[in-house]
């Protein structure tokens, strides 16, 4: 229907809000059958709980009077419940569709209109048709002379009737600036009806809203209504009663009988804002409730209407949506937001089982009796979003409306009822759980509850069972409240009592869940007086229990400990602790209830701060902890002026706590500084107190030291200690605290350690005391005496200790005694020592000395004479014989000395090895001069020492074997590779061809192989080899038959496989294996034999001492037998699988 849009061009779409109640899922599709400018259709899943919301779009709102083919069809495959809400900017109502099946052909309009001729302010009514071919004739109401609707451009007047044909899915929406209410309207096939306003205000206020309701047919109108006023309004609300049939008589409590003399004739009744009411009839009439408009803005509201069901239509739950406001672009303002309250009528011995989305409604709701009924009203705040409202026993019916107001806009609506066709003839049906009918025609509906556990009963006492079924929703169940506590279950001591709750608010019911937890809860209580505690028969039982002392609450029994000072198993808590008997514990005694035992508060009440008569040098407890019982909480000193102070707490006397700097001043609450007076007056009452100094951590006021100033009775305790002002003493460092006062820790930050200035034979302290500030515990350097044996030992910055080192230096970095001075830590050792000579500690030869440059500034070492070695014992290079290197490295050949090096500079240098031969290995006398060996130099060895370089007198050479120069007797060269041969040719060949360039030297390696110096091949080491199967002769130099050879060691090879030549060439990948080519006959007999891998084929070898000779075949097709090792021509009997 139309509605007027306020304040902006912004167009609202249509709002429809559907829901079940089955707890399946149920499919809804909302189409527009006729309408497709635009079309619509929308298919979605709900169940119970759920509520969807379906936007259409707003060219489906009717505007005039006008037919038109805007009808919305809704279909579900189960009962579904439908909200429609016609929404603009600031103009909104909702209103509760009716489904097609409680659908009827008769009907009166309900509207208001305080129009005035204003344009913009019409009633309206809708009409929706279901079926093809509908006659519908409506009759214009003769209450107003002044009222007329114009139709397919004619007017009609008071009473005129005319006639519309409307198809399925056809609308109609007829308007007037004049109340319609009373418009009759008949049909010959069932309609839906609307009807309301554009948009009009209600009463003496000025706002203004939309009005929309969906009319209920008149064989569904009711003879009894509740009325339940708006909630947080004063000026009442607006009941529109109109009448179906002629003399209609209508009571109201409280108020005279009113009667309507035709049909479709209406009053209007005023009812107040705090009083719910009981409407009844003679005859069926409708019942509409109208919001009045804003009167104060204390009390904000706009227009709305809503039909109230009857009470014979009440249901038993509901479901339903809260609407939204049209102006979310308002912003989040409360004003913007809609408040939704939902009102209910119930019959008030059934109101406790109203369930709120499963739960009980809140137990501090107002509810009020109506007058002359059974019944009560209330009314509560109810969150935006879906919300389901039902009573556990599904029999229970009860009236639900939801009433919603924001800034200039309102709603109100039924959430649901039941559409029995109640006021027409009734005619008996089967039933249908929750089918909403009168089935026996008894005036009552679905009022039979048909389970099991109702073993059908007669809920309507009619005699009959389960004959008018309601539908039931399963009901979760929610925990009763708890009852109260039971009596303790014991007569002494400590006990347990117990309360219960019931799974009841609601019970489970009809499939519903069971509440989730226990029944019974459980609590520790006090019987009011104690047990007598039997200790000695409770340990024999129970070696380790622990039990509280009744006669003291500080006091309790422990049976694993024994002979304890208190006697026997008895021991006592900390004070201010008490015995906490649950946790088995001292506690601190706020946490502690003592109940019947004793609670001691005065410290001098625990047997642990009281003297042993055995100690006379103890202080009465009462001295050392005063009582702060009966004195209020807050601080206290102990005496006048004096630095001790304690805090009482509850009686308790805690926190004992000493002035840092002076005495604690009962006003000011605080530590405030000595005066030479009150410094003087306390010494004078206490002649032997030492008080802390507030500047200086390690002194203290002595009050046994006379004098007239503070300054007088300062002292200072030895280094390290501190000055503990807890205790009054000097004690170890580690055990004070020094708070706000100035720490000493260096050993000259105490004065005792500095010179006074009379004496002048007194060294300034860090010449005798290193500080350890800022070093870490352990060995450190003594600070101005770095590199020496003088070290400090530090913890937790303080020196505790100056030391020297037994052997060595100090290492600074290292933090520890060092014999010998490390390569990175010369300079800075020759720094602290500039006239040291030490040794390399990882060269014999080398040595440091500090007062020779390279050492004092880069660190290098000094270098010994080749091949004298550094002395530890003397300090200086001494003869290699005399001197010990233990684990330093002790060079040998002359070019392990730095001094025999080339220098990088130097291009000119022939290289150390070329110039001064190593004798390592060598044995002591002349020995080969290692590069020039078979030449004239040799050298003179001495315990690997290279001692001198001779040469061997001119023309001759120094025989490298024989170790002694000799005269070249052998011309021949010939000759001299026999010389060479007849000692172990262990020189490599390239060097050795270098130095005898026309020698030829057999292989060591191969019998078959030799080195001939002439050969180019000799610059690559390469040997040559003999051909198969030559060997090379030691005593001819030449290769020949290996029969008159003598292979001495060498190894003598004898298959053809095992001499080079016979080998394929890597460059060569055409050539076939050597093994396949030539046949070994090492192992085998001198004559023929077996070509190996072709055997009993015509190939054979013939072979001569491991050699083969030749290689042939058999003629004329024979084949060379393996065994008898000749050639045949016929293959013998048992010879033809080994062939094959």
Not at 355 to 383: E, R
Not at 843 to 868: L, Q
Request: charge should be negative; include cysteine.
């Amino acid at each position: 229907m139309e509605n007027l849009n306020y304040g902006t061009n912004k167009t609202f779409p249509l709002e429809l809000y559907i829901s079940t109640q089955e707890q399946r899922d149920v499919h809804v599709t909302v189409t527009t059958p006729k309408w497709s400018n635009p079309a619509f259709n929308e298919t979605f899943t709900i169940k119970d709980g759920q509520v969807h919301k379906v936007l259409i779009d707003d060219a489906l709102r009717m505007i005039g009077s006008d037919l038109s083919s805007k009808g919305i069809h809704i279909t579900a495959d189960a009962e579904v419940v439908c909200y429609g809400a016609n929404k603009m900017s600031l103009s909104n109502d909702v209103f509760l569709g009716i489904p097609t099946d409680a659908l009827g052909t008769e009907y009166y309009a309900v509207t208001h209109c305080d129009c005035d001729g204003i344009d913009d302010t019409k009633s309206e009514v809708g009409i929706a048709s279901v079926y093809d071919g509908t006659s519908i004739t409506i009759t214009l109401p003769k209450s107003d002379p002044n009222l007329s609707v114009t139709y397919n451009s004619k007017k009609y007047g008071p009473g005129d009737s005319f006639t519309v044909t409307m198809d399925r899915y056809d609308t109609l929406q007829l308007q007037s600036d004049r109340d319609l209410t009373g418009m009759h309207i008949v049909s010959d096939k069932p309609i839906a009806t609307f009807s309301g306003n554009v948009k009009t205000n209600i009463g003496l206020g000025a706002s203004a809203d939309h009005l929309v309701e969906q009319l209920t047919s008149v064989d569904r109108w009711g003879r009894q209504f509740v009325s339940a006023p708006i909630p947080a309004r004063t000026v009442g609300d607006i009941f529109k009663i109109v009448a179906s049939e002629d003399n209609t008589v209508i009571h109201i409590t409280g108020m005279p009988p009113i009667t309507l003399a035709k049909a479709g004739d209406s009053t209007n009744v005023t009812l107040p804002s705090d009083q719910y009411k009981m409407i009844k009839s003679d005859k069926p009439v409708l019942v509409t409730q109208f919001v009045q408009s804003e009167q104060d803005p204390h009390e904000p509201a706009d227009p709305s209407m809503m039909i109230l069901p009857p009470y014979e239509l009440f249901g038993s739950d509901y479901t339903f949506t809260t609407p939204e406001y049209s102006r979310p672009d308002f912003g989040n303002d409360v004003r913007f937001r809609y408040e939704n309250l939902f009102m209910l009528v119930a019959d008030t011995s059934e109101k406790d089982g109203l369930l709120l989305d499963g739960k009980p409604l809140p137990k501090n709701l107002v509810w009020h009796s109506i007058s002359g009924t059974s019944l009560s009203g209330t009314n509560f705040q109810v969150s935006h979003g879906t919300h389901t409202v039902r009573h556990s026993n599904p029999l229970s019916i009860f009236g639900g409306y939801l009433y919603g107001h924001a800034y200039h806009e309102s709603f109100a609506f039924p959430t649901g009822m039941r559409l029995a066709t109640i006021n027409a003839n009734c005619t008996p049906s089967a039933t249908q759980p929750g089918d909403g009918l009168d089935n026996d025609c008894d005036g009552k509906i679905d009022e039979e509850l048909c389970t099991p556990d109702n073993q059908r009963a007669d809920d309507d006492g009619d005699g009959k069972n389960d004959e008018d079924c309601v539908k039931v929703t399963p009901i979760d169940g929610l925990w009763s409240k708890w009852s109260t506590w039971g009596t303790c279950s014991v007569t002494c001591d400590d006990g347990q009592k117990t309360r219960i709750r019931n799974c009841s608010n609601p019970t489970p019911r009809f499939g519903g869940k069971n509440c989730v937890g226990n029944d019974t809860d459980h609590q520790s209580c006090y019987s009011g007086k104690p047990c007598p505690v039997d200790i000695d028969r409770i340990c024999k039982g129970n070696k380790s229990a622990i039990v509280a002392r009744s006669e003291n609450c500080a006091q309790y029994y422990d049976c694993s400990r024994d002979n304890m000072p208190l006697g026997g198993h008895l021991l006592e808590c900390p004070y201010p602790q008490l015995f906490n008997d649950v946790s088995k514990r001292c506690d601190e005694f706020q946490n502690v209830v003592c109940g019947r035992k004793p609670e001691p508060m005065n410290p001098c009440n625990y047997t642990q701060n009281l003297c042993n008569k055995k100690d006379p040098s103890c202080v009465p407890c009462n001295l050392r902890l005063p009582s702060c019982e009966g004195q209020p909480d807050g601080k206290r000193p102990f005496a006048v002026f004096d630095p001790k102070y304690f805090t009482c707490f509850k009686n308790r006397t805690l926190d004992l706590q000493m002035c840092i700097n002076g005495y604690f001043d009962l006003r000011a609450q605080k530590c405030v500084p000595h005066t030479s007076n009150t410094l003087g007056f306390y010494c004078r009452l206490h002649p032997n107190s030492k008080l802390g100094y507030p500047g200086n951590c390690a002194k203290y006021y002595d009050c046994s030291k006379s004098g007239n100033t503070m300054t007088d009775r300062l002292s200072e305790c030895m280094y390290p200690d501190l000055f503990d002002v807890e205790n009054l003493m000097c004690k170890n460092f580690t055990d004070v605290n020094c708070t706000t006062r100035m720490e000493p820790q260096a050993p000259c930050e105490y004065q005792q350690n500095v010179c006074n200035g009379k004496d002048p034979t007194c060294s300034p302290c860090p010449d005798n005391h290193s500080s350890c500030v800022g070093q870490p515990d352990g060995s450190n350097p003594f600070i101005g005496r770095e590199w020496s044996d003088d070290f400090v030992t530090c913890f937790q910055n303080r020196t505790m200790e100056t030391k020297k080192c037994a052997v060595g230096y100090f290492h600074p970095v290292l933090r520890k005694c060092q014999d010998k001075v490390t390569q990175g830590t010369i300079p800075d050792y020759c720094k602290a020592h500039p006239t040291a000579v030490f040794e390399s500690d990882t060269n014999c030869a080398k040595y440091y000395n500090c007062s020779d440059v390279k050492s004092r500034i880069g660190g290098n070492p000094v270098e010994c004479k080749y091949p004298d070695l550094f002395s530890t014992k003397t300090n200086q290079c001494e003869n290699f014989t005399l001197v010990k290197c233990e684990n330093r490295t002790e060079p040998q050949a002359p070019c392990q000395y730095d001094q025999n090096l080339c220098h990088s500079t130097n291009s000119s240098c022939l290289p150390c090895p070329e110039r001064l031969p190593s004798c390592i290995g060598l044995p002591d006398g002349a020995n080969r001069f290692v590069g020039r060996e078979w030449k004239s130099e040799y050298v003179t060895c001495y315990m690997n020492r290279t001692m001198e370089i001779s040469q061997c007198s001119k023309g001759e050479y120094f025989h490298p074997k024989e170790r002694k120069c000799k005269t070249p007797v052998i011309k021949d060269i010939l000759l001299l590779a026999q010389v060479i041969a007849s000692v172990s040719f262990s020189v490599d060949v390239p060097d050795f061809c270098a130095a005898n360039p026309t020698s030829i030297v057999p292989s060591e390696d191969n019998c078959a192989q030799y080195y001939n110096c002439t050969h180019p091949r000799i610059q690559q080491g390469d040997a040559l080899e003999c051909h198969y199967p030559d060997l090379f002769s030691r005593q001819t130099l030449q290769c020949q038959n290996f029969t008159n050879t003598s292979c001495d060691n060498r190894t003598e090879p004898q298959a053809p496989c095992e001499y080079d030549e016979n080998q394929c060439k890597t460059t060569n990948s055409s050539c076939n294996p050597c093994s396949t080519r030539f046949s070994s006959c090492v192992g085998l007999p001198d004559g023929a034999n077996v070509f190996l891998g072709r055997e009993w084929k015509s190939d054979y070898t013939v072979c001569f001492k491991n050699r083969t000779m030749d290689q042939t075949k058999c003629t004329n097709g024979q084949y060379f037998h393996p065994k008898d090792r000749k050639c045949q021509t016929k293959v013998q009997t048992g010879k033809l699988e080994a062939i094959t």
